[in-house]
C-alpha cells in the first residue's frame, strides 16, 4: 500500500483494528494516504476507486457475491478493477 503511494497514487487504507490503524499511520509521513477505521462487510465511502485491493483475508470471510457487491464499480468511474488475494503465509 504505502508503495503505491511512494509511486504518486492516492490510497485509502481500512481496517477494523484501530490498533492496527495507529500502527500503519506511524510507518506512514506520505499526504496521499488516508487510513479509516471500518468494517469491511458494511463499507461507507462516499467516493469511488481506480482500484480496490484486499490484502489478508478479510473478504474470505463474507460470502463470494456479497463480497463481489462491496467492488461493483459505481459512480463517476466507467470500470474499476479489483485484486482479491491472501497474503497470510506461514513463516516457517
Known amino acids: 500500500m ?3 503511494a ?3 497514487y ?3 487504507g481500512i481496517d477494523y483494528a484501530d490498533k492496527l490503524l495507529k500502527i500503519a499511520r506511524g510507518k506512514s509521513n506520505l499526504s496521499n ?4 477505521q471500518q468494517d469491511v462487510a458494511h463499507l461507507k465511502l462516499g467516493q469511488t ?3 480496490a485491493i484486499c490484502m489478508w483475508s478479510t473478504f474470505g470471510e463474507l460470502p463470494y457475491k456479497e463480497m463481489l457487491g462491496k467492488l461493483k464499480p459505481t459512480g463517476g468511474r466507467p470500470t474499476g478493477l479489483h485484486r482479491i488475494m ?4 506461514s513463516r516457517n
Open 2 to 4: 504505502l508503495a503505491l
Open 6 to 8: 511512494s509511486a504518486g
Open 10 to 12: 492516492d490510497v485509502v
Open 33 to 36: 494516504v488516508v487510513f479509516l
Open 49 to 51: 476507486f481506480d482500484a
Open 86 to 89: 491472501s497474503t497470510l503465509t
